[in-house]
């Protein structure tokens, strides 16, 4: 009988470690998503290199006619399902958009207009009045988005509203967390694109719209 210690005893230990390691999975650091009309939203996102640490609050479908037209997620730092909560939450914010269609960017720009006179006093759209121009500008300016672009309009309390198109910015930052919230109005205010999206974005179950189910993913080729 081998005695404790002897290397016959040590090699035995080794041996089922080494058979188990072999067979485990491969592990790897998991990423939830959501999977949105093929679009995936991360659970978890971080503007600029801030490092404001934002996570998902809801994501929606909006239908244009017969179409699915867009795909959108709401981000903030702490969930909330009431809009008027989330309105008043102050700091970092993101709205992400991503289109199921071709959309030309006039059309952007009309819903952005639309949407900010729809749920604003003439009183409050004169003191946007002038921000509004200049992001529609910005809109204007990309001429078409075609469908799967990304876009991201965040809010960062240092520098103000900015637009993003697949990563790249887009003309410069407005000033006024009044302006983001005007925007944010567009799809959470007393008179949104849809209420169903607007449910969706709070985080509540809405018919047509997706549930929020995460899934773990693997991360991108050379990502921690």
Not at 139 to 165: H, W
Not at 178 to 198: H, N, Q, S, T, Y
Request: aromatic content about 8%; overall charge positive.
């Amino acid at each position: 009988m081998a005695k404790f210690g002897s290397n016959k005893t040590r090699f035995f230990p080794a041996l089922i470690f080494s058979i188990a390691t072999l067979c485990a999975p491969p592990v790897w650091a998991a990423v939830a998503t959501v999977d949105t009309d093929g679009v995936k939203f991360a659970e978890k996102t971080s503007l600029s290199t801030k490092g404001a640490k934002l996570i998902l609050n809801g994501v929606g479908v909006r239908g244009v006619s017969i179409f699915r037209g867009y795909a959108m997620a709401l981000y903030l730092s702490e969930r909330q399902s009431d809009a008027a909560a989330v309105l008043a939450l102050k700091g970092a914010k993101r709205i992400e958009i991503v289109p199921l269609i071709d959309v030309p960017a006039e059309e952007w720009a009309k819903a952005l207009v639309r949407g900010i006179e729809k749920n604003h006093n003439e009183t409050e759209l004169a003191a946007l009045k002038t921000r509004t121009e200049t992001f529609r500008a910005t809109l204007l300016a990309l001429k078409t988005t075609p469908k799967e672009t990304n876009l991201q309009i965040d809010y960062l309390p240092q520098s103000g509203t900015l637009l993003s198109v697949n990563g790249k910015r887009q003309g410069e930052p407005i000033k006024g967390e009044d302006f983001f919230r005007a925007v944010l109005k567009i799809w959470i205010g007393e008179r949104p694109a849809a209420k169903d999206l607007k449910d969706a974005l709070l985080g509540k179950a809405a018919p047509g719209q997706p549930r929020l189910v995460f899934t773990q993913t693997k991360p991108a080729e050379g990502q921690p």
